[in-house]
């Protein structure tokens, strides 16, 4: 066990853990932030993607003692009142089945437009591959991506 | 207007007063972290009046409506509650939606599955709305002195044009508990709705975009321990001994124990279908600290009965559609006859492999067992099965076993079978404490209750002019016998046999989306196809003309048959139109159409240029499920089905060797992502004002069909063996 100290959605948390847990399950089991989420554990299909400093991240590969002063940002935290441009658009396309993957789709979706504010087809296939959705929402996903881009 | 009875659970139109007031917030408190949005807050009455189980009016006319099915992502919990909403006449944005336990005295059939919550819901959720705004109605008439029958209802508010008088139903909702309930009441003629027919998007929408709880795996509750399974790794062995020491004094590990999941005196239900007797438990304090406890445990297994792999699964399966069978599933005419004096025969085998359910949403469920009582919560489609189960393991009557059910990350048939919420209440009682059973996605996927695999062999035979005279079909799956023998083209054929097999093996096999036909409609539409060429027809009017012989002159008789000829060509026709089918489009196409869980669905798929494995660029889709309740989440969840279709037929397989998935993780079992998916989907819909079936399944199997017939457009050879990636034609030379 050890403590770290980690910034996440703008402010410090401390936990005592385990070196080598993943930051998946410090924010799920220590710090109740569960809406990133659970699917593989091994970075393939992109359930817990967080942003690690902007850039979207698996969190389920991520130790907690490697993210030192790097700035962690969970779907909790992408906007103060659920209303993120891809946020937004995801309500507006009405893009979840299940739901259970949104949170990392949406990340990763977030990230990109971050980066590349008006992304091609492809670019948008690219940036969203690692994100398996077994409901098979991904023609509405890429809807909604290229709708909050336009905003 | 219709009349109808009210006759639906027994408790669910005695009104309870007692339990009119109090807050929105029932049972397990986890569920009150769910934030609301502001609005909500704002406008939450001071009170609350249940006028029957499945709503309550508040004074400022606001209204909760229980949603009694589980929601897996087929969308009910908006749709269900649309449908009382409706028939109560309130305006959406004032209903509030509830997910509602588990109680069999209120409600019918809180399950999900078969594709049947609305179509078996409807009559008892219309029911709940219309004796509730007849209960508001004479309420307003006894408080105006005027008639019920001159009182109108829009939008939540009562009037009556001669005297003058209107009000909103909050302001009678008090008054209304104290109404007799009606023995009958009228219901809204189909084609009269405002709600049903119109766009409502999923009323979870905000909390999932936001990452609130929802989630079976999202339940933390105080002094929650966390439990993890360890399972044979193979089908065929079972627990020998363990040496667990070292791993109990591990960081955070509170036990790690061998325990009888399923002892034999318990008493099953189907939905406890692949039980695994015998597993071992780590308990600790967090999810982490049990995976590498887990990772550290030193089990020994043994062998129990045979080990099977992949290799005998195919060849027994094989010799299987070389065997008749003795009293064949139908029979009509004489195949062998005309078979004899057919111009053409057409025959073709096909096959597909077994598959993972593989919800996002790995299995998991919390439980708090005290010798008191048993509270469980978590991702079920099946409670009222897990109630009967738990009954006979805990060792405890029902009424001390309560059953809440959180939104699951997807079910696909697996959440049928509840197995995993009998583990985590068995540890929880052995534990003496609240726990969470998780299961790792290795867990999840090599645990079991797979879609079997299958394989079918077909044998058609025309006659000089292109007509069909004879159809054989003979099919075999792993622990499953595959065939519908009364479904299409059963009825439209003179000469018809229909024979069906199951291999018995250890691997265990369940329900998985569209069972059964998630393979054969793949497979009789690829066939049709090759059927329709050797007849120099086009593949779409060769299927019409087979409908047109069902409607007009059936063979054997008509009851028999398990599907309605005029609907089926009625989706055909309407795919036929929307699709341009006929004109050159420039690109390969395929058609199919199926019928399963009651509705109808065609399709013509087109894909792009190039590659072995060319993409699917745009799916035209024509369905009949009745009156489409939400059309918005209607055409989500058929696009969801094809996706679903043309992902696994494309890419994925579960294979075995001595006993052993070979696929544990999304690394090795191949799922479709984002540059793979289908680039343009359209949807139509019959409209016939039938009353409503289910959409979670019927979009899937024909999809596979669809497919198959662009491959074979756009690459010039048939692909007959899922997955179609990997279904290369052998090297030649
Ligand atoms: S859980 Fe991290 S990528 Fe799947
Ligand atoms: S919405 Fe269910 S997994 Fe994506």
Redesign the interface.
């Known amino acids: 066990m050890a403590t770290f100290t980690i910034n996440i959605n703008g402010t410090k948390q401390e936990v005592d853990v385990d070196p080598s847990t993943p930051v998946l399950w410090v924010l799920r089991d220590h710090l109740n932030l569960v809406g990133t989420k659970y699917g593989c554990g091994i970075a393939q299909c992109g359930a817990c993607t967080i942003h690690l400093d902007g850039t979207a991240t698996r969190a389920c590969m991520l130790t907690v003692s490697s993210v030192g002063n790097s700035e962690i940002t969970t779907i909790e935290g992408l906007s103060e009142e659920g209303d993120h441009p891809v946020q937004k658009a995801w309500l507006e396309v009405d893009v979840p089945q299940c739901g259970y993957c949104q949170a990392g789709q949406i990340m990763t979706a977030s990230a990109l437009l971050e980066k590349n504010p008006n992304p091609t087809d492809e670019e948008i296939e690219m940036a969203m591959n690692g994100n398996i959705c077994r409901c098979g929402t991904y023609t509405r996903i890429k809807k909604a991506v290229k709708l909050a881009a336009k905003s | 207007m219709t009349l109808v009875k009210t006759k639906i659970g027994r408790r669910a139109f005695i009104r309870n007063t007692g339990l009119a007031s109090g807050g929105l917030v029932i049972g397990f408190s986890w569920l009150a972290s769910c934030k609301m949005t502001p609005e909500q807050v704002n406008s939450l009455p001071d009170e609350w009046f249940e006028l029957n189980g499945f709503l309550k009016v508040g004074d400022n006319g606001m209204v909760t409506i229980m949603s009694p099915n589980p929601e ?2 087929q ?1 009910v919990k908006t749709s269900m509650p649309m449908i009382v909403a409706e028939e109560l006449d309130t305006a959406w944005k004032n209903v509030i939606v509830e997910q509602a336990p588990l109680n069999t005295d209120i409600f019918t059939r809180q399950l999900a599955g078969g594709s049947q919550s609305i179509r078996q819901g409807w009559e008892s959720l219309r029911m709940a709305g219309a004796t509730a705004r007849h209960m508001l109605k004479e309420a307003a008439a006894q408080a105006w002195g005027v008639s019920a029958d001159e009182i109108t209802t829009e939008d939540g508010v009562l009037t009556h044009e001669a005297s003058g008088n209107s009000a909103g139903y909050g302001e009678m909702a008090s008054a209304a508990t104290n109404i007799e309930v009606p023995e009958e009441v009228q219901l809204k003629d189909n084609g009269n709705f405002s709600i049903i027919g119109t766009d409502k ?2 009323v ?3 909390k ?8 079976g ?2 339940v ?1 509750k105080e002094g929650m321990l ?1 439990a993890m399974i360890v399972h044979p790794p193979a089908f065929g062995m079972k627990f020998k001994s363990m040496n667990a020491e070292s791993v109990k004094s591990m ?1 955070g590990i509170k036990d790690v124990f061998h325990f009888e999941a399923y002892p034999e005196d318990v008493q099953k239900t189907w939905s406890d279908g692949g039980a695994i007797p015998e597993l071992v438990a780590i308990v600790g304090d ?4 049990c ?2 406890a887990k990772k550290a445990l030193d089990v020994e297994w043994e062998e129990a009965s045979d080990l099977e792999s992949t290799s005998y699964h195919d060849q027994a399966l094989a010799s299987l559609l070389e065997k008749p069978q003795e009293e064949p599933a139908r029979k009509d005419g004489d195949v062998d006859a005309a078979f004899a004096k057919a111009a053409k025969i057409v025959e073709s085998t096909y096959s597909a492999p077994y598959l993972a359910h ?5 299995m998991n469920f919390f439980a708090h067992v005290t010798p008191e009582k048993a509270e469980l919560l978590g991702p079920i489609q099946t409670p009222e099965f897990l109630e009967q189960t738990l009954v006979s393991r805990l060792g405890m009557p029902a009424e001390k076993i309560d059953i809440m059910m959180t ?6 048939g697996r959440r049928l079978y509840g197995t995993f919420a009998v583990e985590a209440a068995a540890i929880s009682q052995k534990m003496n404490a609240p726990v969470k059973l998780v299961y ?2 290795e867990d999840d996927m090599t645990q079991g209750t797979y879609r079997p695999s299958y394989k079918v062999k077909f044998k058609a035979g025309l006659d000089e002019t292109g007509n069909l005279i004879a159809w054989h079909v003979r099919g075999a799956g792993t622990n499953d016998d595959l065939i519908f023998e009364n479904r299409f083209p059963a009825g439209a054929v003179d000469n018809y046999l229909a024979e069906k097999h199951s291999l018995q093996t250890n691997v265990t096999t369940g329900a998985w989306r569209a069972p059964r036909s998630n393979f054969i409609a793949g497979a009789e539409q690829a066939f049709m196809d090759e059927v329709a060429e050797a007849a120099g027809k086009d593949p779409l009017e060769f299927r019409l003309e087979l409908f047109d012989r069902a409607i007009n002159n059936p063979v054997g008789d008509p009851e028999k048959n398990d599907y309605d000829p005029e609907r089926y060509a009625g989706v055909l026709k309407l795919v036929k139109e929307k699709a341009n089918w006929g004109s050159e489009s420039g690109k390969a196409r395929g058609v199919a159409a199926y019928y399963c869980h009651n509705s109808y669905v065609a399709q013509v798929l087109e894909l792009e240029d190039g590659g072995d494995m060319p993409r699917v660029d745009k799916i035209t889709c024509a369905v009949d499920c009745g009156i489409v309740i939400n059309p ?2 209607a055409k ?2 058929i ?6 279709g043309i ?1 696994h037929s494309t890419y994925s397989a579960l294979t075995f060797e001595d006993g052993r998935p070979q696929q544990s ?3 090795r079992y191949r ?5 793979e ?5 359209e949807v139509h819909f019959v409209d016939n004002g039938i009353d409503p079936t289910g959409l979670g399944e019927p979009s899937l199997p024909p999809a596979i069909g669809a497919l198959s017939n662009a491959l074979y457009q756009a690459t010039g050879r048939r692909y007959y063996n899922q997955p179609f990636i990997n279904d290369k034609p052998p090297l030649v030379g």
Not at chain 2, 209 to 215: A, D, E, H, I, R
Not at chain 2, 639 to 644: C, L, P, S
Not at chain 2, 671 to 675: A, G
Request: hydrophobic share 30%; net charge negative; charged share 20%.
């Open positions: 897996i992502g969308n998007k999923n979870d929408g905000p999932i975009v936001t990452g609130q709880p929802l989630f795996l999202d933390y966390t960081p967090s999810t982490w600290e995976m590498q593989n919800t996002m949403e790995p939104r699951m990350g997807g079910g696909f790792s996605r918005l989440a989500n969840q696009e969801g089905g094809m996706i679903d992902g993780n999304f690394d799922l479709m992502r984002h540059s998916a289908p680039k343009n989907i």
